[in-house]
Nanobody, 128 residues
C-alpha cells in the first residue's frame, strides 16, 4: 500500500521558516513527479510547487516563488519544501502528492487531478 507521510508543519511567526518533508513508500520513487499543494477551509486545493522525476525540473506558484524551494532525495524516498519569509496567507494544510512519470508538460503537473497518490496533510499556521 502506497503511503505519503508529511511532517514538519507547525506554528511560526510571520517572516519565519519551516521545512516540510514527505516520506513516500513508493517502490520506484525516482519515477514519480512530486508536488506540494495546500488547502484552507472552504477553498479548493491549490498548487504550490512541483519537481519532476527526470531532469528535476521545478515549478512554483506565483504566490510562493522566491520564498519556497522544493527538493527531493531519491535515496531517501523523500521530497522537501523549504518555506522562508512565511506570511499569514501561507496558513493552510499542506499536502504532498505523487504522479508516475509526468512533467513533460509542466503546466499539467500543476493540476490536482494529475496526481495518483496523496498524503494526509500537515498543518502550517503563520501568525502575524
Amino acid at each position: 500500500q502506497v503511503q505519503l507521510v508529511e511532517s514538519g508543519g507547525g506554528l511560526v511567526q510571520s517572516g519565519g521558516s519551516l521545512r516540510l518533508s514527505c516520506a513516500a513508500s513508493l517502490r520506484t520513487f525516482s519515477s514519480y513527479t512530486m508536488g506540494w499543494f495546500r488547502q484552507t477551509s472552504g477553498k479548493e486545493r491549490e498548487f504550490v510547487a512541483t519537481i519532476t522525476w527526470s531532469e528535476f525540473k521545478m515549478d512554483y506558484s506565483d504566490s510562493v516563488k522566491g520564498r519556497f524551494t522544493i527538493s527531493r532525495d531519491n535515496a531517501k524516498n523523500t521530497v522537501y519544501l523549504e518555506m522562508n519569509s512565511l506570511k499569514p496567507e501561507d496558513t493552510a494544510v499542506y499536502y504532498c502528492a505523487a504522479k508516475l512519470y509526468g512533467g513533460s508538460n509542466i503546466d499539467r503537473v500543476r493540476r490536482v487531478s494529475e496526481y495518483d497518490y496523496w498524503g494526509q496533510g500537515t498543518q502550517v499556521t503563520v501568525s502575524s
